[in-house]
Nanobody
Framework: QVQLVESGGGLVQAGGSLRLSCTAS????????MGWYRQAPGKQRELVAR???????NYADSVKDRFTISRDNAKNTVNLQMNSLNPEDTAVYYC????????????WGQGTQVTVSS
């Protein structure tokens, strides 16, 4: 059984910053790509940022130059530093990871709320 546990969401004023963290636990052999997705009310879940095990990253156009994704392979963690937040960033943010145990599976965290006030 693999669990992804997120932390770091909350309420922040426009222009502020938040840092999200996610840690994977369980009988893990290896973790491939890790990423952050978000879902705003009435909208589809969308990719925010993704990082491969080797450290290659890609970002949604809407967050480039404001958000930074990073990971620590030794600790099975992925972080998302979010700067210059605006109300359009308000959403539930979900951690995602491709995890190999006895098989490869795609896992999700429970989600953490980020609310940006104007």
């Amino acid at each position: 059984q693999v669990q992804l546990v997120e932390s770091g969401g909350g309420l922040v004023q426009a222009g502020g910053s938040l840092r999200l963290s996610c840690t994977a636990s369980g009988r893990i052999f290896s973790i491939g790509a890790m990423g952050w997705y978000r879902q705003a009310p009435g909208k589809q879940r969308e990719l925010v940022a993704r990082v491969t095990r080797a450290g290659s990253t890609n970002y949604a156009d809407s967050v480039k130059d404001r958000f930074t994704i990073s990971r620590d392979n030794a600790k099975n963690t992925v972080n998302l530093q979010m700067n210059s937040l605006n109300p359009e960033d308000t959403a539930v943010y979900y951690c995602n990871a491709l995890v190999t145990t006895s098989y490869q599976g795609n896992y999700w965290g429970q989600g953490t709320q980020v609310t940006v006030s104007s």
